[in-house]
């Protein structure tokens, strides 16, 4: 079993910048990969940014703003936010692929809120 928990979710005023963190634990082998999404109230779960070992992308409405990251030896992901917006408020959740005894295995975070207010 793998767990994910994401911290560094608060308020923050307009313009602000937050980074928010995914680390695992538990039982596996390594991380395959790593996403960011987010759930504004009333609204789908979105995909926000995905990174493997031999790719990273960030979703069109959060190029220059937002910046996956994986660091591999702490199995810890990041997603730095920068120049917030009320818009971006949300709960972020990661979600991570891993090798484990049972196969590849994927799991969720259990979410972290962001506000976005003045």
């Known amino acids: 079993q793998v767990q994910l928990v994401e911290t560094g979710g608060g308020l923050v005023q307009p313009g602000g910048s937050l980074r928010l963190s995914c680390a695992a634990s538990?039982?596996?082998?390594?991380?395959?990969?790593l996403a960011w999404y987010r759930q504004a109230p009333g609204k789908q779960r979105e995909l926000v940014a995905h990174l493997t070992r031999v790719t990273k992308n960030v979703a069109d409405s959060f190029k220059g703003r937002f910046t996956i990251s994986l660091n591999y030896t702490k199995n810890t992901g990041y997603l730095q936010m920068n120049n917030l917006e009320p818009e971006d408020t949300a709960v972020y959740f990661c979600n991570a692929e891993f090798n484990t005894n049972r196969g590849r295995q994927n799991y969720w975070g259990q979410g972290t809120q962001v506000t976005v207010s003045s």
């Open positions: 538990g039982s596996f082998f390594n991380q395959n990969s």
